[in-house]
């Protein structure tokens, strides 16, 4: 079976639907009509820019081209985990934190998913490398993002139960657990629903994407469990690189706790 | 007390950009007692003997310089015991070990508290309550240093009695105590030595009153 390729008289036609939703703005007063079409040109123009960037990449075929689109996904990916909680680490605290977390779980998994199980010739294939890391990203970004919020914002709620333990006598990381243990736990809850609700409340992306294309469904649903795989594994590493990093930043050799190194976010 | 014996806790030099110098010699049993303004720096210092802030200078217990404990070891033995603290657990008993349980037990009626408390959650205690459930956590620790902020700030005369006679029946048993109080009066009945607190520095308070 070969994909239905779509023409861009399709794609109008479907359009008709964006309109509609533009009609129903102005009818109820919604006052979403511009933002709506400005959304909707965006996409539009970001996804085609995309498949021309793709397509000229996996056309050339090179590693180290492979390797620096990965590597602006990675830079953009921690940029956004940084930037995502309302406590900032001083002096570019969380863009460290963020970048290195975000690539450290990316390239694991996505190593690990093209040196196991995917094995492209040669392993780094743009047509599996970029995708992959695409959306492992998207998982990083999402259990490392939460997972930095819920540590920075519940270190500072929880400064006196900590600093209690501490003058104690508890050491730094004994004092921290029960805040690294949440902040863990907040990063992995959203691919763990998401996993929950695969097949049954939603068809992932992935496996509806494949099955348009032609695949067969039993294949298209292997597919979807090695990535949703991946995806748990790639958010679990993130979240817990994460808040280990950032709990390191907060303390120092006395093991004291530095909410000196913190600073809300600035507008 | 042979002057061959190293002071409990000695002081010197001890500062940080928001506070001192304090030079300082604690004997044990002696209870060193400051007052001063809000704001003054008297929890700072506290904090600051205990290492819990970034601070300059040194400080020895028994003679033995604080560089050479370990962080934890080094507050275990010099305790800092804030005037509000906090609670990392919903219930009162898991702030205890086992051996601190059975001495819990037998401190709280000697502060005037139902011994059913220490059964219970935290979020039903009163401010009171916890400040002397702080005071009994704080002590279980058997530290050789109690830095003691504002002990008894949220009591009635009562209760503020009964945590002074402890905290005498303590400095008998050869622990020191700096203590930061709001109240000259608890300055002048716990106290050995009076200092007063005044724009981040420590002056004795009779000079200080002149």
Redesign the interface.
């Known amino acids: 079976m070969t994909p239905i390729l779509l023409s861009p008289g399709d794609i109008a036609i479907a359009s008709v639907l964006i309109l509609l939703d533009g009609v129903l703005s102005i009818v109820l007063r919604l006052g979403l009509h511009w933002q709506l079409g400005i959304a909707a040109g965006r996409m539009a123009v970001q996804l085609v820019l995309v498949g021309f960037i793709l397509r000229a990449v996996f056309a050339i075929g090179s590693p180290w081209l492979t390797l620096l689109v990965v590597l602006v996904m990675v830079a953009i990916a921690g940029r956004e985990v940084a930037a995502r909680p309302e406590q900032r680490l001083r002096n570019f605290g969380n863009y460290a934190v963020g970048a290195s977390a975000v690539a450290a779980a990316t390239f694991l998994t996505a190593m690990l998913a093209l040196t196991t199980a995917i094995r492209p010739h040669p392993w780094y294939d743009p047509h599996y490398a970029i995708p992959l890391v695409g959306i492992v990203l998207g998982s990083v970004l999402n259990g490392g993002s939460l997972a930095l919020d819920s540590l920075l914002g519940g270190v500072v709620r ?14 730094y990381m004994r ?1 921290m657990r ?1 805040l690294i243990r949440v902040s863990v736990r907040r990063g992995l809850l959203p691919t763990i629903n998401q996993m929950a609700a695969a097949g049954i409340i939603t068809l992932p992306g992935i496996m509806t994407g494949q099955i348009l294309a032609g695949m067969d469904p039993l294949e298209a649903a292997k597919y979807q469990i090695l990535l949703m795989f991946l995806l748990s594994g790639g958010s679990g590493l993130a979240a817990v690189a994460v808040v280990y990093l950032a709990a390191w930043r907060l303390t ?1 050799e ?5 909410l000196d190194r913190l600073g809300a976010k600035h507008r | 007390m042979s002057s061959a014996n190293p002071p409990r806790l000695r002081i010197a030099g001890l500062h940080s950009p928001l506070a001192g110098p304090f030079d300082l010699s604690v004997d044990a049993g002696e209870c060193v007692a400051v007052t001063g303004a809000s704001g003054s720096g008297k929890s700072l210092f506290l904090r600051m003997i205990a290492d819990l802030d970034p601070n300059d200078g040194k400080v020895w217990l028994d003679g033995r310089e604080r560089a050479a404990f370990t962080a934890p070891a080094w507050r275990r033995q010099v305790l800092y015991n804030a005037a509000e603290t906090g609670w990392w657990h919903d219930d009162v008993a898991p702030h205890f070990h086992a051996a601190a349980m059975d001495f819990a037990r037998t401190m709280v009626p000697l502060l005037g508290l139902p011994p059913d408390l220490l059964d219970g959650p935290v979020l039903r205690l009163s401010t009171g309550e916890r400040q002397r459930l702080a005071l009994i956590r704080a002590l279980a620790h058997a530290p050789k240093v109690l830095l003691a902020d504002e002990p008894t700030g949220a009591l009635d005369e009562a209760a503020t009695a009964m945590v002074e006679t402890i905290l005498r029946e303590r400095l008998a048993t050869g622990i020191a105590i700096i203590m930061v109080t709001h109240s000259p009066e608890q300055a002048a009945r716990l106290g050995h030595r009076h200092f007063l607190m005044r724009d981040r520095h420590l002056r004795p308070a009779d000079v200080a009153a002149a």
Do not use: H, I, K, M
């Open positions: 929880e400064r006196a139960a900590v600093e209690a333990q501490l003058a104690l006598g508890v050491s004092a029960g120092d006395r093991q004291r706790l530095r």
